[in-house]
């Protein structure tokens, strides 16, 4: 055993890994915020997910959804559980959520491309759940709460 209490360097070795582990992961943390939050969007659209997956807004806000992805998404509400009084959003402009999957399945309606936004302003108090259709079954979900 040596004096800083390692046999053969291994415990350096563990220090050290445990170090650059925790420096790797504080710097990719901070890549993930900076993606979501360049000022010109409030969501950003990963591969498989919204980020960040839930936000806070208040009533009379406009949140707005950027792809950051080589992948096309969709933004649908899903209508079963609107606020009371809320209307139907849907990238695409949808009037009901069974259009907006009808017309993503025959024709990739409400797709919005890499770099691409979509917006939508809300005007009832609640919690809005919403997904990307070719997406869902993955778990790309998200949640709009919406204060008084």
Known sequence: ???DG???GHQSRRRFLAATGTAV??????????????????????ATAFTPPTVTIEVG??????NTSS???????????????????????YDDEQTA?????????????????YSYTF??????????IPHEQAGMVGTVVVEA
């Open 61 to 66: 806000d406009t949140v707005v959804w950027k």
């Open 71 to 93: 992948r096309g998404h969709t933004v649908t509400a899903y209508e079963a559980v609107l606020p009371e009084g809320a209307a139907f959003f849907a990238s695409g402009g």
């Open 25 to 46: 992961t504080v710097g990719l943390a901070g890549c993930a915020a900076t993606l979501a939050s360049d000022g010109d969007f409030d969501v950003g659209m990963t």
């Open 101 to 117: 999957r009808d017309a993503y399945s025959n024709s990739l309606g409400g797709l919005i491309n890499s770099n691409e936004t």
């Open 1 to 3: 055993m040596r004096d």
């Open 6 to 8: 390692s046999v053969d």
């Open 123 to 132: 005007d009832v108090p609640g919690e809005y759940k919403y997904l990307c």
